[in-house]
């Protein structure tokens, strides 16, 4: 259930988003702890790069089908940093075990300041039911 009053946000692929987001982040916070009590295994890696892939490829479908003009620059930082980077990051901490807590914390940062832009664009792009009533300024 999505706020009626704004268009781009009464969609399934909201929801689909936020709970995409959301997981991709708690599987790096698993991971983390995984990371804390032993190593990492490789297909714990593979879930976590699946769940980051997805949850920014459906981000990045989202964007594509809403109305917005601009923010292309924001965007680009939010995939980056909430999704490639991160990404990399789990790989790496899967090969340099030495390393692999700091490289997850790293990874686990980036995607929350990843998702911090993405959750301003969504917030910031919302066009609400009453700017058509009243107007844009």
């Not at 704004?6 to 929801?15: F, K, L």
């Not at 959301?22 to 698993?30: K, R, T």
């Not at 990404?87 to 911090?116: D, F, P, Y």
Request: proline fraction near 1%; hydrophobic fraction near 60%; include cysteine.
């Amino acid at each position: 259930a999505q706020m009626k009053s704004v268009r781009q946000w009464n969609t399934g692929r909201t929801t689909a988003v936020i709970v995409g987001l959301s997981l991709a982040g708690g599987s790096l916070a698993c991971l983390i702890g995984i990371a804390l009590l032993g190593s990492v295994d490789e297909r714990d890696v593979i879930v976590v790069g699946v769940l980051l892939v997805t949850a920014w490829a459906l981000k990045a479908n989202w964007w594509r089908r809403a109305d917005s003009e601009h923010a292309r620059t924001l965007r680009r930082i939010a995939l980056l940093a909430g999704g490639a980077l991160p990404i990399v990051l789990v790989a790496l901490a899967a090969q340099v075990e030495a390393a692999a807590l700091a490289l997850l914390v790293l990874a686990l940062l980036l995607h929350l300041l990843g998702v911090l832009a993405e959750r301003w664009l969504f917030f910031a792009e919302a066009r609400h039911a009453v700017v058509s009533y009243y107007g844009r300024d």
